[in-house]
């Protein structure tokens, strides 16, 4: 195998949702009180819904722009890339990226339902929450089948809804749901409250994959807000193990032995300790913890139910037999700044190459597209799914991959040469949500 042989699915990438988002889901009434995206006095853009704004669009969408420019915080739909918000656009940068199939999170609306979880409007919420999934499956995978695994979001703060929810998005082919990792903190019961059991009943009885996001429930610790930035985003990726400790808990993972669960962003090179860790305590410590593992190894049930996921992980990928050769994929995280777009192949070539060609074709699509029930090969050929292929089809289409420096808020002023930190962007957006506050 060579790089352009390689078939690669990325299992983490977001959406810029566009602003005609509900007009083809909604009419009237519905549509009249559905999310809006609105323009502050200066130009910026912000999503307006039931009295409550959310400032930030572009929540890092940053790809296309040069390295420099990164902390520019797009604030209007117009300074993105348009593949960020536009499905067409979306396939060309996939194609230039050599991805042959993506899931996509919501940005600003979707991604953990936060949006509609705060919505004072619980019933009107339900019905815009479930707009947005027939967008997300109609729209934007269905425009490109064999292209992109749909992956739905919940009525979490009713039980009956999304039971319900899961049942219909299930019927329409979505077999993935993203949930917060961590529920208590949008004043839900924890996943090991009675509360949820319907949930797992539901979740397996449907088949469906759960996938938590970083950053959905626990959020990445900053030392202090004159930390340098740097040292939040170093650790980023290892906060989601938090979250995955919590989740190995769950008692649900032995009622249904084929659950499953993806840990999205969440890097792979860590695994290896955090299990030995996992079996470790629960060896010294089970005689008096009442543990749920009383034979099993935690390590085992890891195995068993979960997907990692990675960028660039040199060291994962080394020791792919520690951390498990089967519960590992690779993700783009397009359009935010982690990205290695549009030189995803070239990066994951010298990562990979080391490794046998079963083992290449593991990490790059097959476990994917088991983890997420994803058949992409039954709409379209194979070798037209290639590295090659696809590059082909965005040479002969011109798709330019040239870097744009398009504006946007900066966390500092130009010339400042400390660096910047969690501060300063703590500032920034505080700054850009008053300057929404006075024009809503």
């Not at 902390?71 to 990226?97: F, S, T, W």
């Not at 669960?261 to 290896?272: D, M, Q, R, V």
Request: charged content about 25%.
């Amino acid at each position: 195998m060579n790089m352009n042989d390689m078939v690669i699915i990325s299992v983490d990438d977001h959406i810029c949702e566009p602003p005609d988002l509900f007009d083809r889901q909604l009419k009237g009434d519905a549509l009249k009180s559905a999310p809006k995206l609105l323009t502050d006095r200066n130009g910026k853009n912000y999503w307006s819904y039931q009295g409550r704004q959310r400032p930030g669009i572009g929540l890092n969408a940053v790809v296309g722009r040069p390295l420099e420019e990164y902390g520019m915080e797009p604030n209007a739909l117009e300074q993105m890339r348009k593949g960020c918000y536009d499905v067409h656009a979306r396939i060309d940068d996939m194609n230039v990226n050599g991805i042959a199939a993506s899931l996509n999170f919501g940005n600003s609306i979707g991604f953990d339902n936060m949006t509609f979880h705060q919505a004072p409007d619980k019933d009107l919420a339900l019905v815009h929450l479930r707009a947005w999934n027939d967008w997300h499956i109609d729209e934007w995978c269905g425009a490109y089948p064999g292209r992109f695994i749909p992956c739905a979001i919940l009525p979490t703060w009713n039980m009956k809804a999304m039971v319900e929810e899961i049942k219909r998005v299930a019927d329409r082919g979505c077999a993935t749901v993203s949930v917060s990792e961590n529920p208590t903190k949008q004043g839900l019961p924890s996943i090991h409250n009675d509360y949820w059991d319907p949930f797992w009943k539901a979740i397996n009885e449907h088949d469906m994959t759960i996938a938590l996001h970083i950053g959905s429930g626990n959020p990445q610790p900053h030392a202090s807000m004159e930390t340098p930035i740097e040292a939040w985003i170093s650790t980023m990726p290892l906060s989601i193990a938090v979250g995955a400790a919590d989740w190995l808990q769950l008692k649900a993972l032995h009622d249904y032995p084929d659950m499953r669960i993806a840990l999205s962003e969440s890097s792979i090179g860590w695994i290896p300790y955090f299990l030995e860790r996992a079996d470790f305590s629960n060896w010294r410590h089970k005689a008096w913890t009442n543990s749920i593992f009383p034979k099993t190894k935690p390590s085992e049930i890891f195995t068993r139910h979960f997907l990692c996921c990675f960028i660039d992980d040199v060291f994962g990928l080394k020791h792919l037999e520690d951390v498990g050769e089967d519960m590992v994929a690779f993700e783009s995280d397009y359009p935010h700044s982690d990205t290695l777009w549009p030189e995803v192949p070239e990066y994951l070539w010298q990562s990979v190459k080391h490794l046998t060609d079963a083992r290449i074709d593991k990490v790059t699509h097959l476990n994917a597209m088991r983890h997420f029930r994803f058949d992409m090969f039954k709409h379209i050929e194979r070798q037209d799914l290639t590295v090659g292929a696809l590059r082909a089809q965005a040479r002969a289409k011109g798709v330019d991959t040239t870097p744009k420096s398009t504006g946007g808020a900066r966390p500092v002023e130009a010339g400042v040469a400390r660096p910047i930190t969690s501060g300063d962007l703590v500032a920034m957006y505080n700054k850009h949500a008053e300057t929404i506050a006075e024009s809503a």
